[in-house]
């Protein structure tokens, strides 16, 4: 079993800047054999695909709206999964989740993991 703790949310102003974390921890639990993914969801919306990234980091997909802003990015080394937002709108406030899967960052795009973390609210002001 995979635990994932998101840490990184806040308020922030429209324009500015955030990083989220994920910490992964398990046993048996080998980081490096699973893809990574964030997630977002708002109130009354299903939770939806933000980005996620390949075992060894060297491949990553973005929801549309969000590339160019936000970059994902994992350390093997210290089990963790980070999402750096810059350009922050506020229709990207929302719950951010991590998610881990070991059936490949496309597979996981689709949402579809046993694995999610508690999430971490990010809310952007106008």
């Known amino acids: 079993q995979v635990q994932l703790v998101e840490s990184g949310g806040g308020l922030v102003q429209a324009g500015g800047s955030l990083r989220l974390s994920c910490a992964a921890s398990?046993?048996?639990?080998?980081?490096?054999?699973?893809?990574m993914g964030w997630f977002r969801q708002t109130p009354g919306k299903e939770r939806e695909f933000v980005a996620t990234?390949?075992?060894?980091?060297?491949?990553?997909y973005y929801e549309d709206s969000v590339k160019g802003r936000f970059t994902i990015s994992r350390d093997n080394a210290k089990n963790t999964v980070s999402l750096q937002m810059n350009s922050l709108k506020p229709e990207d406030t929302a719950v951010y989740f991590c998610?881990?899967?070991?059936?490949?960052?496309?597979?996981?795009?689709?949402?579809?993991?046993?694995?999610w973390g508690q999430g971490t609210q990010v809310t952007v002001s106008s």
């Open positions: 398990g046993s048996p639990f080998i980081f490096m054999t699973y893809a």
């Open positions: 998610a881990a899967s070991t059936q490949g960052a496309v597979y996981l795009m689709r949402g579809v993991s046993d694995d």
């Open positions: 990234i390949n075992e060894n980091g060297d491949t990553t």
